[in-house]
């Protein structure tokens, strides 16, 4: 599963999480994990360490998040 970031105001830089988990509506019926906000805080906060600038123009920054 992916989910996109932008900052609130019009950030430059979209932010896409890549999970290691399946949708909740996937067709397979394998279990999923519910993304929540602090899930999401973790991925942004992970993001920023590797080198998202979220007001810097520029292409998507992709970021492979693992959830255990």
């Known amino acids: 599963m992916t989910f996109a970031v ?4 019009g950030g430059l ?3 896409l999480v890549k999970l ?9 019926n394998e279990d999923f994990v519910p993304i929540t906000p602090v899930v999401v805080e973790r991925a942004i906060r ?3 360490t590797k080198g998202w600038q979220p007001t810097n123009r520029g292409g998507a920054f992709e970021l492979a998040y693992a959830l255990e």
């Not at 932008?6 to 105001?9: A, P, S, V």
């Not at 290691?20 to 397979?28: A, I, K, L």
């Open 13 to 15: 830089t979209t932010l």
């Open 46 to 48: 992970q993001a920023l």
């Open 20 to 28: 290691n988990v399946v949708r909740p509506d996937n067709w397979m």
């Open 6 to 9: 932008d900052l609130e105001n």
